[in-house]
């Protein structure tokens, strides 16, 4: 019985998180929409509730209201499959990120981890379903019938494979650091003196090649001309409406969301507040709490950022995405493996 | 319970492994073939494999299938037909011989008495990625190196077979208005009843082999 | 055939308790992995697209990847995983040349029927 008892915790995690993962990703929207508004000298949408807070629950039923168009001559099967690879693939990354330490409910005397499970190769297992991500792109591109969804699926699917291995080997550097793949153990080697073992101060060319291929990866500007809306009509999903694009939307803003936790945890301490065990002592209640506020405080750092970069920077060609991606992206994220190899083998009492 | 994991894993790969081999349309086969490949990732990761699950994702699923299906979609393969004539036999003719040659495997495992092995425990410490690591970079590190040679064998020859136009470098950047010309301007060797295109750089390479000299703003290149 | 027969009674007592749970042997991951070799001998055989018969033989080789991973798993030694590794490396480099040869002969006979490129002359 043991076994039922965990699985129902499990699940009860695996729910939370779910839910607290739409909320962000919801809200990430509407301050998507409201910062670009600030950065282009306008409001953005304020009318629902106050502030405009309310605009999430609006969009949802918009989208769930709207008329479900299903092009004629499209593969029907592997239509309706796209949004649902994307979407499965972007959300099965939430179960290994440390959200906060080991947190002590504070009348019950039961401690709970705040990870949904350890995996011992929790840093292979993201990288591993990002790229089971590629095939919602591509297979919603195909069957869309439509040339401009061909072209923009194809675009966007050779782009992400690209910055895959970019990704993939600036975080070589960091494991190297760390020793280990799995996330926790990351997070906890990161802890003590203070935020000054934080990864980011060891791997900085490590954390500008993984920022700038995550940005590609996720689609985003300055890197997202396949599905820009002056490019390609609206680049793979050009044919999908209501519920199926709001799929689509989700996925993306998902995988931000997930690229943004990855860059805390592995970067930026995950969930090491810089005094926090000093005032709090370790273990307790509210150490917990401020930790796993602290973790949520960087990861909407990074959201800002990319939001920032979105009303900043002009969108590449795709030759020059390309270009970037293999020529300057790649040898610089070996540059930087090299550099941690030499380091780490002339210094090894870090 | 895990027997019944086994089952539903097992299944899940030979359903999609059938699937494959039924479908006439090739990417039906290769969504059946990621199918396959995930299950069994996860029986890899029931074998106390993780590494090697992860990696049989990575790899196949994210590195090799891609690459099918972009394959398929470029290339606009169609839905295959059935055989007619004289060799429609040959269809049963190949499972009846699939049969007769598991029947083979069969007998060969069933009579093979019951030894002693000690099952697949969550606790060992043979797939863990720093058992692997080792391995790798001490005791088999020859074979590591030939793979990463061959792994550049590929690369290369991957990209001589896709190039096309010969002899131009493959930094050529297209660009719209690239000029077409007949294949004997670039190889001399070739007759010059040889209509083969050829596609040049820029306007400026075109102008140069047609025998023009034209002064062009270099700047415009980047 | 020679009976091999559990040396240890200790030891063996203990594997036969655990069979009450009916754990997954080794026979039963070596019977799927000759399953899933024949299913993709016959889609070889069978298959007329040059693609198709690809991802037949690319099943083959899991099929021989999983036999690999489970012997290494029951008998306690990595090198069956390493082996995995390294086919897999030869898989994706099989891979790249394969279809880059694929695309090559499409683009010269515009079909991928192998019943069709039955001459070499094109």
Redesign the interface.
């Known amino acids: 019985m043991d076994t039922a008892l965990d699985i129902g915790l499990k699940l009860v995690a695996i729910t939370v998180a779910f839910v607290v993962v739409l909320l962000i990703v919801a809200y990430t929207v509407l301050a998507e929409r409201r910062v670009l508004g600030f950065i282009q000298g306008r409001l953005g949408p304020n009318r629902v509730g106050y502030g405009g807070v309310l605009q999430p629950f609006a969009d949802l039923l918009k989208f769930i209201l709207k008329e479900d168009i299903v092009p004629d001559k499209s ?1 029907r ?2 239509y309706f ?1 796209a949004p649902v690879i994307a979407t499965m693939a972007a959300l099965m990354t939430m179960i290994v990120y440390p959200f906060g330490p080991e947190i002590r409910i504070p009348f019950t005397g039961i401690t709970i981890p705040l990870t949904i499970t350890r ?3 929790g840093l ?2 993201v ?3 990002t ?2 991500g ?2 919602g792109i ?2 919603a591109g ?1 069957s869309s019938n439509n040339k401009y969804s ?1 072209m923009g699926g ?1 675009r966007s ?2 782009q992400m ?1 690209s910055y ?1 291995l970019a990704l993939g080997l600036s975080l070589i550097g960091v494991i190297m650091l760390a020793g280990t ?1 799995d996330l926790g153990q990351i997070v906890e080697m990161q802890s003590g003196w203070h935020g000054t073992r934080w990864f980011i101060i060891f791997q900085p060319l490590g954390f500008i090649v993984y920022l700038t291929a995550a940005i590609a990866e996720t689609n985003r500007v300055p890197f997202d001309l396949p599905e820009a809306e002056t490019e390609l009509v609206a680049g793979f999903h050009t044919e999908y409406s209501a519920m199926k694009f709001a799929l689509f939307f989700l996925a993306e803003y998902i995988n931000m969301f997930t690229v943004s936790m990855l860059a805390t945890t592995l970067f930026l301490g995950g969930w090491n507040v810089p005094f926090a065990e000093d005032i709090f002592g370790r273990g307790t209640f509210l150490f917990g709490l401020v930790s796993a506020i602290g973790f949520l405080l960087k990861v909407v750092f990074f959201l800002f950022l990319y939001i920032w970069l979105r009303g900043t920077l002009p969108r590449f060609r795709f ?1 020059q995405l390309m270009s970037f991606g293999w020529r300057i992206l790649l040898p610089l994220a070996l540059l930087s493996i090299f550099i941690t190899a030499t380091l780490i083998f002339l210094f090894p009492n870090l | 319970m895990l027997a019944l994991l086994f089952l539903l894993f097992a299944a899940l790969a030979v359903g999609c492994a059938l699937a494959m081999v039924a479908q006439r349309n090739p990417l039906y086969s290769a969504i059946s073939l990621i199918g396959v490949f995930v299950s069994l990732a996860c029986l890899y990761i029931m074998l106390a494999a993780p590494f090697i699950a992860a990696v049989q994702v990575i790899v196949y699923e994210g590195a090799i299938m891609p690459g099918v299906v972009f394959v398929i979609m470029l290339l606009n393969v169609e839905v295959e037909e059935r055989r007619t004539g004289r060799l429609k036999f040959l269809v049963p003719a190949a499972v009846v011989l699939a049969f007769v040659l598991f029947a083979e495997v069969a007998f060969i495992l069933a009579s093979m008495q019951e030894f002693y092995v000690t099952p697949a425990s969550a606790s060992a410490n043979v797939g863990v990625t720093h058992s692997i690591g080792t391995a790798l970079f001490t005791q088999y590190l020859l074979p590591f190196e030939i793979t990463s040679i061959l792994l550049l064998m590929a690369i290369v020859g991957a990209m001589t077979l896709a190039r096309r136009g010969g002899l131009l470098s493959p930094n050529a950047r297209v660009i719209p208005g690239a000029q077409q010309l007949p294949l004997s301007i670039v190889d001399a060797s070739v007759g010059i009843e040889d209509t083969r295109a050829v596609e040049t750089d820029t306007t400026d390479e075109a102008a140069r082999l047609l025998g023009y000299e034209r002064l062009r703003d270099e700047s415009e290149r980047e | 055939m020679k009976q091999r027969g559990c040396s240890d009674t200790s030891a063996c007592a203990m594997s036969q308790s655990e069979n009450n749970e009916m754990e997954p042997q080794l026979s039963w991951y070596l019977a799927l992995s000759a399953v899933l070799f024949t299913i993709g001998v016959t889609g070889v055989i069978i298959k007329r697209n040059i693609i198709a018969m690809f991802m037949c033989i690319e099943l083959m080789l899991n099929s021989v990847n999983l036999t690999f991973v489970a012997f290494s798993s029951f008998f306690q030694d990595v090198t069956g995983q390493l082996f995995v590794f390294i086919v897999m490396t030869v898989a994706a480099a099989e891979a790249a040349v394969g279809l880059g040869i694929i695309i090559a002969i499409f683009r010269n006979r515009e079909s991928l029927d192998v019943d069709e490129a039955s001459i070499l002359k094109l």
Do not use: H, N, P, R
Request: aromatic letters at 14%; proline letters at 0%.
């Open positions: 593969t099967f592997i499959l995996l011992d190769i292979l297992y990288l591993g379903v790229s089971v590629v095939y591509m297979l195909w061909l194809l699917s050779a494979i895959e793949l030759d």
